[in-house]
């Protein structure tokens, strides 16, 4: 059971986000991708939930661990302690339902000011089978998730289309952008601090603010 | 109202007829319906938006009509006495039926007990069902703490948490409330919210699913709507606030609604006061004060949350002032985001069925202090396994090194630097063992007995007043903190 998973079988740690509308199937994306699961009539996600899936990229063992949490607006208020540590995040929406669509830049909003400046982010568009009832066009969201440099994938969590893909790409994108980050500063060892913060550090979670970038998030976080 | 006072401890509720044979026009998928549809139970009608649309939605319903199917399998046995699914993600039906054994065994040896004590007190039973309980003693906490039978609860939790009197202060205002939700009083928002979680309620209990093969809607969900929009009328800096639905879906399966209306307003009012509010401060306050208990009642925890503070994941000096000390009441520590949610939902979902019941018996008796016990039990539970986590082991190693003056040329200190985890990833991993603990936790008694209600227990020092008084304490404090951290908010 990949929850349960407290072992050290693997060399990077991601922790990514997920975020978007309440009711656009984040904790189904979430159960397709580390369970291959899917209910359709899941819980309300109240709090925050996370589980795990381990995928290996140039050899590296890579274990992904996906946090979910509440859509309700009023959420946010409780969860700012969610996006600490994240390097990744995928904004999610319902194909079907434009107002879901149209909240994604309130959420990219909430990302810029919340998360670290370098999260890699993807744009989700669910519920890709509701095709009948399709009200978001693929070609607007492609162009939105353009222009704020997003990946852009539409899925299914009720038949798994593009699910592996869409966490693939963005859990890619996140070890190019460590793996350049570590070139960048030039230390080119395993165990490289990717940050150069001289926090305590194993050869895992890069991205994390440096000291610098950790006073700014927290005056912004408080509270 | 489905557990009738009549029902004995073995009779299963499943299948109830009265829940499935309702008929309403009233489609989940269907966004153009309006409110008066919404309460109308008299219409039997199929509109032919609905219909169109149940074409379009082929795949998901057969996804449905599966899940439904193999929810059911003809078989009650799948399901216990309140219609929930005995199987779950983290507990076998195997695992469920080898404890139920034992523990109902338990439950019949109590009632008889509670029978004997209510004789002694000189009460009666109506239809085997007490309607007043005797006045508050050790003894009556004691039975409490034991567990109420679980045919007794409605009225129980209603008398304890003065339901009556509530009722009685406001007879009519819950038929006004429903005539003012017919009349479009509830809020847009508010009710697209309420209806995209009627049926993220209880999706594993029997009374809370829609057969893919009717129209109609369980009789529980539309009182569910019903009581959710009410509330969102009757108390406007609500409105509609998630996990609401989980309070009222496990109210409503043992009372009637309107009862379950009145319920709400306690818990919501007087247990966890500003919790639901549109900025949830008050959940952030009761995490302030379970970090606080944290601090006095689980050393090792709070070390850990310490050391994540001076770990660069909290910066003391940036943002505190002159209550540096108290940071973590404002930034609150990772783990309060599994935590928040174990107080919004009063533990429903949180932890298994039968141990939710024994909590909210003593929610009802003996107010919100309980929830912060019980959540204080559950990390000592959870406790030694998540400080035998490795990356914990080797991370607290790794701290004593730092904070012992030692320096990077040492050789021991590399080897352990190049193994341990960052602070992060030590919270991930405990936040996993927090999340996951709980919901093993199937008998009740192993956090009844082995924490809650032993005598010489650090844990019997929270009472309500302490709560209270750290709520107040904690509020100020983060009103403080917000206040001199404001003019650095705004350099950005």
Same mark, same amino acid.
């Given at each position: 059971m990949s929850s349960e998973d407290y072992g050290y079988d693997y060399d990077l740690l991601f922790k990514i986000v997920l975020i978007g509308d309440s009711g656009v199937g984040k904790s189904n994306?979430?159960?397709?991708?580390?369970?291959?699961?899917?209910?359709?009539?899941?819980?309300?996600?109240?709090?925050?939930?996370?589980?795990?899936?381990?995928?290996?990229?140039?050899?590296?063992?890579?274990? $992904?661990?996906?946090?979910?949490t509440a859509g309700q607006e009023r959420y946010r208020a409780i969860t700012s302690a969610y996006y600490r540590g994240a390097v990744g995040a995928l904004i999610v929406y319902d194909i079907s339902k434009s107002s879901s669509y149209e909240n994604c830049n309130h959420w990219l909003s909430e990302l810029r000011e919340?998360?670290?400046?370098?999260?890699?982010?993807?744009?989700?568009?669910?519920?890709?089978?509701?095709?009948?009832?399709?009200?978001?066009?693929?070609?607007?969201?492609?162009t939105? $998730?353009?222009?704020?440099?997003?990946?852009?994938?539409?899925?299914?969590?009720?038949?798994?289309?593009?699910?592996?893909? $869409?966490?693939?790409?963005?859990?890619?994108?996140?070890?190019?952008?460590?793996?350049?980050?570590?070139?960048?500063?030039?230390?080119? *060892?395993?165990?490289?601090?990717?940050?150069? $913060?001289?926090?305590?550090?194993?050869?895992?979670? *890069?991205?994390?603010?440096t000291p610098n970038e950790n006073k700014k998030a927290n005056g912004n976080n408080c509270c | 109202m489905i557990m009738s006072s009549t029902m004995s401890t073995e009779a299963a509720l499943v299948p109830n007829e009265n829940v499935f044979d309702t008929v309403s026009s009233f489609n @989940? %998928?269907?966004?153009?319906?309006?409110?008066? %549809?919404?309460?109308?139970?008299? %219409?039997?009608?199929?509109?032919?938006?609905?219909?169109?649309?149940?074409?379009?939605?082929?795949?998901?319903?057969?996804?449905?009509?599966?899940? !439904?199917?193999?929810?059911?399998?003809?078989?009650?046995?799948?399901?216990d006495r309140y219609g929930f699914s005995?199987?779950?993600? !983290?507990?076998?039906?195997?695992?469920?039926?080898k404890w139920w054994t034992e523990y109902n065994r338990y439950t019949e040896r109590r009632k008889k007990k509670w029978e004997n004590f209510l004789l002694k007190n000189k009460i009666e039973l109506h239809n085997d069902n007490p309607l007043v309980y005797p006045a508050r003693t050790d003894e009556l906490s004691k039975f409490v703490r034991k567990g109420i039978p679980a045919e007794w609860?409605? &009225?129980?939790?209603?008398?304890?948490?003065?339901?009556?009197?509530?009722l009685d202060a406001n007879v009519g205002v819950y038929d006004r409330l429903k005539s003012d939700c017919r009349e479009g009083a509830v809020s847009g928002k508010d009710m697209e919210a309420i209806e995209r979680d009627l049926y993220r309620t209880f999706p594993d209990n029997i009374h809370f699913h829609k057969e893919s093969f009717q129209n109609g809607e369980p009789a529980i969900i539309r009182s569910l709507r019903r009581v959710l929009m009410a509330f969102s009328v009757y108390d406007k800096t609500i409105g509609y606030c998630q996990s609401m639905n989980f309070l009222v879906g496990l109210l409503l399966l043992f009372m009637e609604e309107e009862k379950a209306f009145w319920m709400l307003v306690i818990i919501t009012g007087k247990y966890l006061p500003g919790v639901y509010e549109s900025d949830l401060e008050g959940a952030n306050v009761d995490q302030g004060v379970l970090v606080l208990?944290?601090?006095?009642?689980?050393?090792?925890?709070?070390?850990?949350?310490?050391?994540?503070?001076? &770990?660069?994941?909290?910066?003391? %000096?940036?943002?505190?002032?002159?209550?540096?000390? @108290?940071?973590?009441?404002?930034?609150?520590?990772?783990?309060?985001?599994?935590?928040?949610?174990? !107080?919004?939902?009063?533990?429903?979902?949180?932890?298994?069925?039968?141990?939710?019941?024994?909590?909210?018996?003593?929610?009802?008796?003996?107010?919100?202090?309980?929830?912060?016990?019980?959540?204080?039990?559950?990390?000592?539970l959870s406790e030694s396994e998540f400080l035998e986590s490795k990356s914990q082991k080797l991370f607290r190693q790794y701290s004593s090194y730092t904070f012992g003056g030692s320096n990077d040329s040492d050789s021991t200190f590399k080897r352990l630097k190049n193994k341990i985890k960052t602070q992060e990833e030590a919270d991930m991993e405990i936040l996993q063992v927090i999340q996951n603990f709980p919901k093993r936790l199937l008998n009740p008694n192993d956090i009844f007995e082995k924490v809650l209600?032993?005598?010489?227990?650090?844990? &019997?020092?929270i009472t309500q007043e302490k709560i209270d008084r750290g709520r107040e304490y904690v509020a100020m404090a983060r009103n403080r903190q917000r206040a001199s951290s404001r003019p650095k908010e705004r350099r950005k």
């Open positions: 994306l979430l159960s397709r991708f580390t369970k291959n699961e899917f209910n359709m009539d899941s819980k309300s996600t109240i709090g925050v939930e996370f589980a795990t899936r381990t995928l290996e990229i140039d050899g590296k063992r890579i274990k $992904a661990q996906i946090w979910d919340k998360a670290d400046d370098n999260v890699a982010v993807g744009l989700i568009g669910n519920k890709s089978d509701l095709a009948h009832l399709r009200a978001v066009p693929t070609e607007e969201s492609k939105f $998730a353009q222009e704020n440099q997003l990946l852009f994938t539409e899925t299914s969590a009720l038949n798994s289309e593009n699910v592996d893909k $869409a966490f693939e790409e963005l859990i890619n994108t996140i070890y190019q952008k460590v793996s350049k980050h570590q070139m960048d500063l030039g230390d080119s *060892s395993a165990n490289g601090n990717a940050n150069g $913060a001289s926090a305590p550090n194993g050869p895992t979670i *890069s991205l994390t603010p | @989940e %998928d269907d966004a153009n319906y309006s409110v008066l %549809d919404l309460y109308d139970d008299d %219409d039997e009608g199929d509109d032919s938006s609905t219909v169109e649309r149940k074409e379009i939605l082929t795949t998901r319903e057969l996804e449905k009509a599966k899940a !439904f199917t193999s929810l059911i399998m003809a078989d009650p046995e799948n399901f005995k199987k779950g993600y !983290f507990i076998s039906q195997e695992e469920y039926d609860r409605g &009225n129980a939790w209603w008398y304890f948490a003065g339901g009556q009197r509530q208990c944290i601090k006095e009642y689980l050393p090792e925890i709070w070390s850990h949350i310490e050391s994540s503070y001076m &770990n660069g994941n909290g910066s003391t %000096d940036q943002i505190s002032g002159p209550t540096s000390g @108290e940071e973590y009441l404002c930034r609150l520590p990772t783990l309060t985001l599994c935590t928040a949610s174990w !107080f919004m939902s009063c533990f429903v979902g949180v932890v298994p069925i039968e141990t939710t019941l024994r909590i909210w018996d003593c929610l009802f008796y003996e107010e919100s202090h309980f929830l912060f016990k019980v959540a204080l039990g559950i990390l000592k209600m032993k005598k010489k227990v650090a844990l &019997n020092g």
